[in-house]
Structure formats: structure tokens, C-alpha cells
């Protein structure tokens, strides 16, 4: 079974910094891209970015562009996102989540295409 595990979230103010952490385990997690999802109070869950497989492309949601930054590293089975000049409207539960399909090098936005989530970090920018 698949495990994902994130870590990393806290309050922080606006235009502060955090990096969040996903660990993977129970699946050749080099094989497959990763994403960062994020779900507000209220809101359907949504795309922040995501990562193939070897680390060799990366996409944003246009809100985050500039500002976050997706890294992996397979030989810790991990996955992070940087999140820089953090804004009120980035406060949201972060979930990373394993690519459905192994070795795609289309790197999906949609949640359906992504098998297994983690238990999601909390991340709150306020003064």
C-alpha cells in the first residue's frame, strides 16, 4: 500500500516563507510524477504543482507561479514544495499526491488523476 506523508505546514505571515515535505513509501516512487494540492475552507480541492518523475519538468497553477517551486529527490523517496512570498489567499490544507499512471510525462492538473493522497498539512498566512 502506498503511503504518503506530509510535514512542514504552520502559520507564517504574509510575504513569509515554508517548505513543505512529502514522503513516500510502498511504491517505486522514482517511476512516478508527484503533485501538491491544496483544499480551502469551503473550496473544492485544487492544483498547485506538480513534477514528472525525473524531475525533468515541472508545472504551476498560474496563482502560484513565480512564488512556489516543486522539487523531488528519488533517492529519498521525497517530495517538496518551496513557497515563498506566501499570501492570506494560500492558507489551505497541502496535499501531495502519486500520478496515477507510471512513468506519464504529461503532468496532470486534475485530482482523478492522481491514485493516492496524503493526510494533508495545514498552512495558514495570516498577521
Known amino acids: 500500500q502506498v503511503q504518503l506523508v506530509e510535514s512542514g505546514g504552520g502559520l507564517v505571515q504574509p510575504g513569509g516563507s515554508l517548505r513543505l515535505s512529502c514522503a513516500a513509501s510502498g511504491r517505486t516512487f522514482s517511476t512516478y510524477a508527484m503533485g501538491w494540492f491544496r483544499q480551502a475552507p469551503g473550496k473544492e480541492r485544487e492544483f498547485v504543482a506538480a513534477?514528472?518523475?525525473?524531475?525533468?519538468?515541472?508545472e504551476y497553477a498560474d496563482s502560484v507561479k513565480g512564488r512556489f517551486t516543486i522539487s523531488r529527490d528519488n533517492g529519498k523517496n521525497t517530495v517538496s514544495l518551496q513557497m515563498n512570498s506566501l499570501k492570506p489567499e494560500d492558507t489551505a490544507v497541502y496535499y501531495c499526491a502519486i500520478d496515477r499512471v507510471i512513468g506519464r510525462w504529461y503532468l496532470s492538473p486534475q485530482v482523478s488523476e492522481y491514485a493516492y493522497w496524503g493526510q494533508g498539512t495545514q498552512v495558514t498566512v495570516s498577521s
Open positions: 513534477i514528472r518523475w525525473n524531475g525533468g519538468s515541472t
